[in-house]
C-alpha cells in the first residue's frame, strides 16, 4: 500500500510563496516521475510541475519563473516552492507520483489527497 500526503498548504496575499511537500510511503520499490497537479471549482485537473527521478523538471508555462519543483529521493518527497503568488494561483494542489512496489510489478499512478493554497489579492 503507498499513500502520497501532502502539506505546506495555506492562505497567502498576493506576492507571498508558499512551500508544499508531499511524502511518499508505504511498499516502494522505486519511484519515476513525481509531479504537482491543481484543481479549482468546476474544472478538470490541471498540471502544474514534473520532475523526473533524475531531477529534469518541466512547468504549465503560468508557473514558470515563479514555482520550482524539487525531489529528495532519499526521502521519497517531492516540493514545490511557490514565489510571486497570484490569485489565479488558487487552487488545491494535488501531489502525483508513478511507483512500483516491486521488482516484478509495473509503475502505477498514485494521487495525495490535496492540499488547499489561497492567494488573497
Known amino acids: 500500500q503507498v499513500q502520497l500526503v501532502e502539506s505546506g498548504g495555506g492562505l497567502v496575499q498576493a506576492g507571498g510563496s508558499l512551500r508544499l511537500s508531499c511524502a511518499a510511503s508505504g511498499s516502494i520499490f522505486s519511484i519515476n516521475d513525481m509531479a504537482w497537479y491543481r484543481q479549482t471549482p468546476g474544472k478538470e485537473r490541471a498540471f502544474v510541475a514534473r520532475i523526473t527521478s533524475g531531477g529534469i523538471s518541466v512547468y504549465v508555462d503560468s508557473v514558470k519563473g515563479r514555482f520550482t519543483i524539487s525531489r529528495d529521493n532519499a526521502e521519497n518527497k517531492v516540493y514545490l516552492q511557490m514565489n510571486s503568488l497570484k490569485p489565479e494561483d488558487t487552487a488545491v494542489y494535488y501531489c502525483?507520483?508513478?511507483?512500483?512496489?516491486?521488482?516484478?510489478?509495473?509503475?502505477?499512478?498514485?494521487w495525495g489527497q490535496g492540499t488547499q493554497v489561497t492567494v488573497s489579492s
Open positions: 502525483n507520483a508513478h511507483i512500483r512496489t516491486s521488482t516484478w510489478t509495473s509503475q502505477r499512478e498514485y
